[in-house]
């Protein structure tokens, strides 16, 4: 009994219980965790695992397999059921004296008055052009370098109550982090991100965590931060952020996005600022590739493009019309593709340039164009720009007032790679055009398969009722270029005809062709 209590004597506590070998209470003196309610000894039998909150379960029992005697183990912060609805918050220390070993003292602490386990009310998150939107505004008030951070919290969306609580934790622990206290948001149902300080020290990974250890749930969280540099514009910047985030989860998924995020934001960045330094020394080369009339054979105009070294355009084209950049290379190509038009020898040559829908989203592209052509009008009746569809016409009704100036000032009209699908469709009917350019996913099977031999015939009737001229692309084979002709296309491009070349060439039709020499075709 000596021994005993001095074991119990160690600390001044609450509740002081021992526990058995398998962590049973065998003896319990003092209050119990409700005021006024049962007093301890009601606990004598039960295992004292069993009071405790999820969260405080491990380090327990962690404890009691760790503890030797004479040693005072940390304590632990856990907390302890009153009732089926009530919990109270306490400490625990354990302690073993040699002479009781293996049974163990607990001496328990009480903190604070009991309270319900009610879920917790989440606070608002943003969406993601909340956050970017909220980036920009960081950036442009300059407050100091900012930095995006992401979170993955793997585990949080599984089914259950205690999730549902510790999804609200991580909530309001991300948004306490953030800059102003209202700049997380959720991107999806496992990953956060938050506007913050560059210089924060909070470690968002231990906050995350105890944030789902506050109820039983164990969280695997990684995070990674990207510092927004402040010499970029701010716009820029937001763009930047808003493809690489889109880059990373397209090409790796969520997991792929945060191991690698940082890093693309940094490459986009960095190829931005290439991009720009590319379209102002206009280091980049075109290469033309021939349209023929089917009828005839004759060569009619060739499409200029663009080449950039050894990798492939798309993605340059696309990171542009993400970054606000397209607008300035449209401009930059029909700058070259017009020189190429007044070299000697070129006189009667004729060259469509692409232009993005984005481009078109404001004056600035058509004025440039008209600006640039000014000195000799006469060779705009030798341009045609072909609308592409990689970027959406944001604003349709002002793009087709564009177009319509151009077609006025004598400069034709495409719209590129036309399908069936809805925008197709709308351009078709909305925007002022002369030509319309048949996406070459239905040519490549136009010889064999019958329902695109079906649609493309609809296609040209369609065009030919609204008096626009059509061409095939990506002609090549005979069979297809018979094909395309039988069904009334007017002009075909592809390697049939000829590949891209540095120099606009025409070849002269196959001796089979039939046509009258030196004819001259108009563009319709």
């Known amino acids: 009994m000596k021994s005993r209590l001095l074991g119990m004597a160690f600390a001044a506590a609450d509740t002081l219980l021992e526990l058995d070998a398998e962590g049973r209470i065998a003896m319990a003196l003092g209050a119990g965790p409700r005021p006024g309610g049962a007093a301890a000894d009601s606990w004598t039998g039960s295992l004292l695992s069993e009071l405790v909150g999820k969260a405080g379960q491990k380090p327990l ?16 912060d856990a907390l302890i059921l009153c009732d089926a609805e009530h919990v109270r918050r306490a400490r ?16 328990i602490t009480y903190e604070g008055a009991p309270f319900t386990l009610a879920v917790p009310e989440a606070p608002h998150l943003l969406s993601a052009d909340g956050l970017l939107s909220r980036v920009r505004g960081s950036l442009l008030a300059q407050d100091g370098e900012v930095a995006v951070a992401f979170v993955d919290v793997a585990g949080l969306d599984a089914p259950g109550e205690a999730n549902q609580r510790a999804a609200a934790r991580v909530a309001a622990v991300l948004q306490a982090s953030s800059i102003d206290g209202a700049s997380a948001a959720r991107l999806a149902p496992e990953r956060f991100a938050l506007v913050r300080g560059a210089d924060c020290p909070a470690d968002l990974e231990a906050e995350v965590r105890d944030a789902g250890a506050a109820e039983g749930v164990s969280l695997a969280v990684r995070t990674t931060e990207a510092a927004l540099s402040g010499t970029a514009p701010a716009e820029s910047t937001v763009r930047a952020l808003r493809f690489a985030l889109e880059s990373c989860i397209r090409d790796g998924g969520i997991d792929g996005a945060g191991a690698a995020f940082s890093e693309s934001l940094k490459r986009t960045l960095k190829e931005a600022d290439r991009f720009r330094a590319m379209v102002k020394s ?74 993005s829908g984005a481009s078109l989203g404001a004056d600035g592209y058509v004025d440039g164009l008209l600006r640039l ?36 000032a004598g400069i034709k009209v495409c719209l590129d790679d ?41 296609l040209v009737e369609l065009c030919a009722d609204l008096k626009m001229s059509t061409i095939a692309e990506m002609i090549e084979t005979e069979d297809q270029s018979a094909a395309i002709r039988a069904l009334g296309v007017g002009y075909g491009q592809g390697w049939l005809f000829g590949r891209p070349a540095s120099e606009p060439t025409a070849f002269a039709p196959q001796p089979a062709a039939v046509r009258r020499r030196g004819a001259v075709a108009g563009w319709a």
């Open 92 to 107: 625990l220390r354990l302690f073993q004296l040699p002479d009781l070993a293996p049974a163990v003292s607990c001496a």
């Open 418 to 458: 036309f399908g069936v699908g809805a925008a197709s469709l709308d351009y078709l009917h909305r925007l002022p055009a002369d030509t319309v350019k048949i996406d070459g996913r239905f040519v490549r099977e136009i010889a064999s398969d019958g329902r695109a031999r079906d649609l493309v015939a609809h």
């Open 282 to 355: 206009r280091d980049f080369a075109l290469e033309y590739q021939p349209i023929v009339d089917l009828a005839t054979g004759v060569t009619h105009h060739f499409e200029a493009l663009a080449r950039f070294g050894p990798r492939g355009p798309a993605d340059s084209i696309r990171l542009a019309e993400e970054l606000g950049l397209i607008e300035g290379f449209d401009l930059a190509v029909a700058e070259k593709a017009l020189q190429q038009l007044r070299r000697p020898g070129y006189g009667l040559t004729r060259i469509a340039v692409n232009v």
């Open 373 to 408: 052509t000014a000195a000799a009008p006469e060779i705009r009746g030798r341009v045609l720009i072909e609308v592409t569809e990689t970027a959406a016409v944001a604003d349709i009704e002002a793009a087709g007032r564009r177009l319509s100036a151009l077609r006025r």
């Open 61 to 76: 029992t962690d404890a009691l397999a760790a503890i030797r005697p004479n040693e005072r183990p940390a304590p632990i």
